[in-house]
């Protein structure tokens, strides 16, 4: 059947391959996974035995707020070292062909879940993976 999400994916009768199902609210069903309804834009949190959201901080909720930590663009002679990324990641690239990238180095870097989809805010067609590449005329 066709999906009824417009650009989302759909499932074509005898071709084989992995699927997955997600972004529903019945299927939450473990400690902290979420849905987010984005008609009306409430978002559904499962919590650790049933505990109570209104006794709940701030900072106990953790959630992806940005693609990139950085983005870097026509630099050279740069390091980044010792920092653990959170639902974050880097984009490192030349823009154009004339812009290279040199003496670029990442050290002990610590990502935690860098890269994802959007499926669940109705983004189907667009990821934020980690990026390095360099590009030249030639």
Do not use: W
């Not at 290279?100 to 805010?121: A, C, E, Q, W, Y």
């Amino acid at each position: 059947p066709d999906s009824d999400v417009e650009g989302a994916p759909t499932y074509e009768e005898g071709r084989e391959g992995l699927f997955y199902m997600e972004n529903h609210l019945n299927l939450l069903d473990s400690p902290k996974e979420f849905y987010y309804n984005p008609t009306t834009r409430a978002l559904y949190l499962k919590l650790e035995d049933g505990a109570d959201p209104t006794n709940m901080e701030v900072s106990d909720v953790k959630a992806r707020i940005q693609d990139y930590a950085f983005i870097i663009t026509n630099c050279s002679y740069l390091t980044i070292k010792n920092i653990h990324f959170l639902s974050t990641t880097v984009y490192a690239g030349a823009e154009t062909p004339d812009e290279i990238l040199h003496h670029i180095t990442f050290d002990s870097l610590n990502m935690s879940f860098p890269s994802v989809m959007k499926r669940g805010l109705g983004e189907y067609n667009t990821s934020y993976p980690t990026t390095l590449c360099n590009t030249n005329k030639d």
